[in-house]
């Protein structure tokens, strides 16, 4: 009677509850029998609305009806979902479709139109979140496509592309374009298609809002339902590729507007693709390593160190690549560190470069402390490196008779350099040490060169070159292997010469200075010891 009349009006539920029962009690029917056809029949009445209601969906008054078939079959709500997503799913499905319209974003008012018809079609609201991100996720496919394509074109040859795509690909008449920095395009179609992709995940509202699980339990954190990733569209090399490729559109687009929209959109974008906060990091390291270098070098070839206006730079560098604090701090002292070590690599390319131009030593060196970076353990320069950059700075002075040993003013300022530098007192000392014995015998070489020459003011330039470094060692251990006849006819040369307007005080502490650096007073020293003995032996 119900199937061929379709007439259940609210008041034959009772009766025939009774009499259904009744029935059932005195053909002692099994519960799962009974079961098994109230399924049955329910299931077809429903497919029965569905196929004589316009588009699919029952009008009130079969609602209604389905209501009270409900009722005499006792269903609790969770029985009949399955009924009706699988006779109403479709339906819905079509609705959200025709609610998104050619542009795919779907208005408010359509959504508040799909929670009515969600009820008339008895549909759970879990179940038609599932149908709506079924109809996100044909959606988001294409789109993803669109782009992964664009991306292929910018990263592969045409032979590659060809044979990936098993056909010619003929000409790229984009050959040339797009071709943005970091090796990677950054203008066209393709952020244009990453922003289609992002509104139209965010106008239709696709993240839901959920509770995370860290710290913060009382702050709402976003849940993308469909991602790339989980859908398997593309693999994991490219779904970096398209994400850095955003970033780095974020950084080169000249046009403030759209900057700001791409930056905007990066945090969306890595969850649509589905990349977890280790993805992110390790692409935006990537990224954060060539801008912090090429900003980093550009500043320092300007200033000495960065202030307060690139710190905020960077900051905002920090913020568009989603980097932690530490991770920033890391990759500013990586850049750093690389414009020093070039600077670096440079005098030691070039000695004479330092030796004669120690303010410039003096600059990199404060540079390194400025920025907060050790020669050892940050630009990487071992101690022998260290010291020779020691001996750089401090060279021109000792040569130009600057820097001498008894005043004080010389060992604040070698103190200065050498805790500056990172040396210990004895490093610095032994170096020092080092590089007068290397110099003094250099000198005396040249001087017997030019004596043979007879080119006597020569001589004399490279003996006061003696006396200048050899007083940093009080002319002591010079060892210049001279005979004591070599030594006094140097000696003699010396006293021989003009002094000009230095005072007969100063001209005995330089002889006595030679005549130790010579080693001839180490002669006279044993020279009056063995007369002190002969002495000692006439006595006894």
């Known amino acids: 009677r119900i199937t061929q009349e379709w007439d259940f009006a609210e008041e034959m539920v009772g009766p025939l509850v009774k009499s259904s029962l009744d029935l059932i009690g005195m053909l002692k029917v099994q519960e799962g029998v009974v079961n098994k056809y109230r399924d049955s029949l329910y299931f077809q ?27 005499y079959f006792a269903y609790t709500p969770t029985q009949i979902n399955a009924f009706h997503l699988e006779t109403f799913g479709p339906t819905y499905k079509k609705s959200i479709l ?24 008895t549909l759970t609201e879990r179940d038609a979140q599932k149908l709506f991100e079924e109809v996100i996720a044909s959606k988001v496919k294409p789109m993803t496509g669109r782009i992964v394509m664009e991306m292929e074109r910018t990263m592969m040859t045409k032979k590659q592309l060809s044979d990936k795509r098993k056909k010619d690909m003929g000409e790229d008449v984009y050959a040339g374009k797009d071709q943005g920095n970091l090796g990677i395009g950054s203008e066209g179609n393709i952020l244009g298609d990453i922003i289609n992709l992002v509104d139209f995940y965010v106008e239709n509202q696709v993240p839901r809002p959920m509770k995370s699980d ?17 859908k398997e ?40 693709i589905g990349l977890d906060d280790e993805n992110i990091a390790e692409v935006g390291g990537t990224i954060g390593t060539a801008v912090y270098e090429n900003y980093v070098t550009s500043q320092m070839a300007k200033k000495p160190v960065l202030d307060q206006q690139d710190m905020m730079f960077i900051a905002n560098i920090q913020k568009k690549l989603q980097l932690t604090d530490e991770k920033s701090l890391e990759l500013l002292m990586e850049a750093q560190k690389k414009v020093l070590v070039k600077d670096v690599e440079f005098y ?83 170096a020092l040490v080092s590089m007068v014995k290397s110099r003094a015998q250099a000198d005396i070489e040249d001087i017997q060169d030019e004596m043979m020459a007879d080119n006597t003011g020569e001589v004399m330039v490279l003996m006061k070159d003696v006396l200048n470094f050899g007083a940093f060692v009080g002319g002591v251990g ?30 005995e502490e330089q002889v006595d200075l030679l005549k130790t650096c010579l080693g001839l007073n180490d002669n006279e020293e044993e020279e009056e010891y063995e007369d002190d003995d002969d002495e000692e032996e006439e006595e006894e």
């Open 214 to 230: 860290g710290e913060n339990d009382d702050e709402d954190e976003l849940y993308y339902p469909i991602t790339i990733l989980g």
């Open 348 to 430: 030691f390319d070039n000695p004479d470069k330092g030796i004669n131009n120690p303010a410039a030593l003096k600059r990199f060196r404060e540079r390194c402390n400025q920025s907060g970076l050790t020669m050892v353990d940050d630009v990487g320069l071992g101690k022998q490196r260290v010291a020779q950059l020691f001996l750089m700075e401090i060279t021109e002075g000792i040569e130009k008779g600057t820097f001498r040993p008894a005043s004080s003013t010389t060992g604040s300022t070698l103190m200065e350099i050498q805790e500056s530098l990172g040396l210990t007192s004895e490093d610095a000392e032994a």
């Open 478 to 507: 010079l060892e210049l292997g001279l005979t004591e006849s070599q030594a006094n006819k140097l000696l003699g040369l010396f006293e021989a010469s003009d002094f000009g307007d230095v005072s007969r005080d100063e001209v």
């Open 45 to 71: 009445f429903l497919k029965y609305v569905a196929a004589n209601s316009p588009m699919g969906i029952p009008s009130t008054t079969d609602s209604t009806k389905l209501l009270n078939l409900r009722t």
């Open 98 to 121: 025709e609610a998104m319209g050619i542009t795919g974003i779907m208005l408010p008012e359509y959504r508040e139109a799909l929670v009515n018809l969600r009820d008339r079609l």
């Open 233 to 272: 569209l593309v693999e994991d090399e490219m779904a970096n590729a398209m994400y850095r490729q955003l970033v780095v559109g974020s950084f080169t687009e000249q046009n403030q507007g759209k900057a700001k929209r791409y930056e905007d959109a990066i945090p969306h974008f890595g969850s649509i």
